[in-house]
């Protein structure tokens, strides 16, 4: 791999390391600090500077709110150039926020157990970076301890996102029939994202009528879980959230192990896991669509559509060998064709399906550093081998960008990536997978 690559990443990383000890995931569009972007550039940092991997996390973890909840935008400085800012979210109206901290009241997928796993694996020295695990893995129990309490009303083991912002996967084709059932008011806001990024590339005005509408009834019970389970049109159990929370689940057990001393967190986790992934595989896995779906608790019916979100549980260990080999197979079938990058973020066989939009079909590196690492795990090298193969081909074509065409045919000469430039997770994930 070109050296000059590594270093552009590296690079990129560093300018974007801001002094308060938090890494923005580019210049001009993103200006804080958001929660599962802190755990992916943690990784990066991991293998070239422990200490900025080491400070990024423990920034984050200073925003928790006394109930457990990491937010997942930390407005570290104050500006105008995004919306919805500080004044917009008022996290201030729950009784446990953060009062240093002002933050959203929305959460993103759990990332930081594996984060610290994968921190001290890449770590040369052990002793140094089991230490700060040992300081800061409590926090993040208590932010799964948040989750299994608070954002699971039928007991489950599957917890729900409130917000389509909590997916990750913001203006998802999965929530087009949830914004049929909701008739929100037109608001009037100014958009910042539109000032950095092609408008066409992004959510209308219209869906953010739904985004903002959320949050308002959200505000309206300062941010009270049980009466958003009550009253948001918007509740939905993800693949890709709990997903990210089992795996994260089984690196706190693993950590705790090493750290010794921990029995009565170990045999919790491992309830928690044991109920997660039953249930996960009886209410989540379709076995006529061949892979994992959403459920809209709301409305009490699954959402049948195939995304990248699908196949993320195998990065938890989640299906047995007879699922992993369908859901794979359902990904190579609709996502994998000559023509393709793998792997787009919705279904390429789809009408809803866009190239070009956000998380309507692009491919994004971190959800490709995903299936990469599950795909190994399950021992489907050659198809983890060509979704490196891929990530690397499009990143030394066009650069860091936040997310990119799937469709080769999109890569002539001056093709460039989507949404922002020197984007931070593309470069850590980057160094993560030449080094893996």
């Not at 699922?323 to 079938?333: H, L, R």
């Not at 690492?373 to 081909?393: F, T, V």
């Amino acid at each position: 791999m070109d050296k000059d690559l590594i270093k552009e990443a590296k690079n990129i990383l560093n300018d974007n390391f801001q002094e308060k000890g938090y890494s923005i995931p580019c210049k001009g569009l993103y200006p804080f600090q958001w929660k599962w972007d802190s755990g992916f550039i943690a990784i990066g940092f991991a293998h070239y500077d422990m200490d900025k991997a080491k400070t990024e996390m423990k920034t984050l973890l200073d925003s928790q709110w006394g109930n457990g909840f990491i937010p997942h935008i930390v407005f570290h400085v104050e500006t105008d150039s995004y919306f919805p800012g500080r004044d917009f979210h008022l996290s201030k109206l729950h009784p446990e926020s953060n009062d240093a901290y002002p933050s959203t009241g929305m959460t993103q997928p759990p990332v930081i157990g594996f984060t610290l796993e994968k921190m001290y694996e890449i770590a040369k020295d052990k002793s140094d970076v089991l230490n700060f695990i040992s300081q800061n893995i409590d926090k993040v129990y208590d932010n799964h301890n948040y989750f299994y309490t608070k954002r699971d009303p039928q007991n489950e083991g599957l917890v729900y996102i409130y917000h389509n912002w909590e997916s990750g996967t913001d203006n998802s084709p999965i929530w087009d029939d949830i914004w049929l059932t909701m008739n929100p008011p037109e608001y009037t806001f100014e958009r910042r994202d539109t000032t950095h990024v092609d408008a066409s590339q992004r959510p209308s005005n219209r869906e953010y009528d739904h985004y903002l509408h959320i949050i308002e009834i959200a505000k309206e019970h300062n941010y009270d879980d049980a009466k958003i389970a009550e009253l948001s049109p918007f509740l939905v159990q993800d693949p890709l959230f709990n997903s990210m929370l089992i795996k994260s689940n089984d690196s706190l057990i693993n950590l705790y192990q090493l750290i010794g001393g921990n029995d009565d967190k170990i045999a919790q986790l491992k309830k928690w896991q044991e109920k997660s992934i039953r249930a996960f595989n009886e209410k989540l896995y379709d076995a006529e669509l061949g892979a994992y779906i959403h459920y809209d608790l709301r409305n009490e019916k699954p959402i049948r559509f195939v995304s990248s979100s699908s196949f993320s549980p195998l990065f938890a260990g989640i299906p047995s060998k007879e699922q992993a080999a369908t859901i794979i197979n359902t990904m190579m079938t609709k996502f994998g064709g000559d023509d393709m990058y793998l792997c787009a973020s919705f279904d390429p066989t789809s009408e809803r399906f866009n190239p070009k939009k956000y998380w309507r079909g692009p491919v994004w590196i971190n959800l490709n550093w995903i299936l990469y690492n599950g795909l190994k795990d399950y021992g489907y090298d050659e198809i983890a081998a060509r979704i490196k193969a891929d990530s690397l081909e499009i990143l030394t074509k066009v650069g860091f960008y936040e997310y990119f065409d799937a469709r080769k045919s999109e890569y002539t000469e001056g093709a460039k990536g989507y949404g922002g430039g020197n984007f931070s997770w593309s470069a850590a994930l980057f160094l993560d997978m030449l080094d893996n």
